[in-house]
Nanobody
Framework: QVQLVESGGGLVLPGGSLRLSCEVSGMRFRLEVMEWYRQVLGNERELVASITGTGITNYADSVKGRFTISWDIAKNTMYLQMTSLKPEDSAAYLC?????????WGQGTQVTVSS
């Protein structure tokens, strides 16, 4: 059974940093793309960043220059380094993974940016 487990969320002051992790287990076939999404209750899920198996990255305009996505394939773990956090970055952050079999999702980790 494929599982994606996020960790690293929490409460941080504006301007602070957090690093999120997403560990994948139970995957028998190579993943092609991994993504970080975020969602605020009542709003649509927003794609924050994505990375391919060849290292190509994309970011939402709202996080460019502040967030960095990375993927340690050997450890089956994806990361999202978040810096210069703003209150509007507060959300549940979910990781997603895709390959030819389909899409997979984690349960999410809450990030709250507040003074």
């Amino acid at each position: 059974q494929v599982q994606l487990v996020e960790s690293g969320g929490g409460l941080v002051l504006p301007g602070g940093s957090l690093r999120l992790s997403c560990e994948v287990s139970g995957m028998r076939f190579r993943l092609e793309v991994m993504e970080w999404y975020r969602q605020v209750l009542g709003n649509e899920r927003e794609l924050v960043a994505s990375i391919t198996g060849t290292g190509i990255t994309n970011y939402a305009d709202s996080v460019k220059g502040r967030f960095t996505i990375s993927w340690d394939i050997a450890k089956n773990t994806m990361y999202l380094q978040m810096t210069s956090l703003k209150p509007e970055d507060s959300a549940a952050y979910l990781c997603g993974a895709r390959n030819f079999l389909g899409s997979y999702w984690g349960q999410g980790t809450q990030v709250t940016v507040s003074s």
